[in-house]
């Protein structure tokens, strides 16, 4: 049988420390080489695009189907991004799931996030600045404050009413002041900065770094996105999830198509860092940024979460797709 699993669904299985705590675990176990890399395949169409991604991680595989269409809120109602996560035994090749992927979308970006700010941003980092304040950006600040005692935040957003609402929502959530900020002025007071926005012209310069500044760059999930310089990549220790996808979907890849970075330049990979294998923040003085791409590591390893539960909770419906 086939667990059929909601949205709602997988909201009640799912909370964000579930995703750090798994998250944090596979990036160990990628970095200490005891599980294979996963697999990510982009198709763009006219107004968005298609991404694919797979891993297996054990007895189970798993593979996202997303759609991202940043247009859809504002043109007929719907989220930007809509998907599913198929969700197989991996020693039989029998579908346990199939599941909504939007919050495990969003709570394990979060979560890769959370983990590498525990290990590259400052101990006492206490100012975040959130470029992006839609679902995404709630998530991030959300997951955040898991990893490290916030005590203010600041909303940046071309759309000054969204900015508006995620400080007054936030400020409430966490119990932080969070206030709307011009973008500059937000950085220069800020140890974290998380982007994630859809901009496809980068809007984080060379001159926004400062001594001690963690970034998180978020958006650019796809080559046409863009939301970092590559002189300010160059200018900082680059972390990236995943090397080979980086270099050809993150800000990573605009630094090395504009000749100012190589592959070689990157700092490490996240998992190496967890893993212990090469050194993350050994001074208060270097600026970090963590090129966050997405992998399907992160979506097996949640979506167990969530069908391990649905099962013990019996959430969902159960289907046979055989028959």
Do not use: W
Not at 104 to 128: E, G, S
């Amino acid at each position: 049988m086939t667990r059929i699993l909601t949205r709602d669904d997988v909201c009640q299985l799912l909370t964000i420390d579930d995703c750090i705590d798994v998250v944090e675990t596979v990036f160990r176990r990628f970095g200490d080489g005891s599980i294979a890399p996963p697999a990510s395949l982009g198709i763009h169409v006219e107004g968005g695009g298609f991404h694919v991604k797979a891993a297996a991680i054990d007895r189970t595989f798993a593979a996202k189907i997303n759609a991202n269409f940043p247009g859809n809120p504002a043109a007929h109602g719907l989220p930007t991004i809509q998907g599913v996560i198929i969700v197989s035994d991996a020693g039989r090749g029998t579908p346990l799931a199939i599941m909504d992927s939007i919050e495990i979308t969003t709570l394990r970006t979060a979560a890769a996030t959370a983990v590498a700010a525990k290990y590259l941003a400052k101990r006492d980092a206490a100012v975040a600045t959130i470029c992006g304040c839609g679902v995404q950006g709630r998530a991030q600040l959300a997951a955040l404050a898991r990893v490290r005692t916030l005590s203010r935040a600041f909303a940046c957003d071309t759309d000054a009413r969204a900015a508006s609402r995620f400080a007054i929502e936030m400020k409430k959530r966490l119990g932080i002041a969070v206030e709307v900020a011009d973008l500059s002025a937000a950085i220069d007071a800020s140890d974290i900065v998380v982007t994630c926005t859809s901009a496809r012209a980068p809007f984080l310069s060379r001159e926004h770094l400062h001594a001690g500044l963690f970034i998180a760059a978020v958006g650019a999930d796809n080559p046409e996105k863009s939301e970092i310089q590559p002189a300010a990549m160059a200018a900082a220790r680059v972390v990236v999830d995943v090397l080979d996808q980086a270099a050809t979907m993150g800000d990573l890849h605009h630094a090395i198509h504009a000749g100012i970075m190589r592959r070689e330049d990157v700092h490490a990979d996240l998992g190496r860092i967890v893993a212990g294998k090469r050194a993350g923040r050994t001074s208060d003085d270097e600026v970090f940024v963590f090129d966050s791409t997405g992998t399907a590591l992160q979506d097996v390893v949640a979506a167990e979460v969530v069908y391990r539960r649905g099962v013990e909770r019996s959430v969902g419906l159960e289907v046979s797709l055989s028959g």
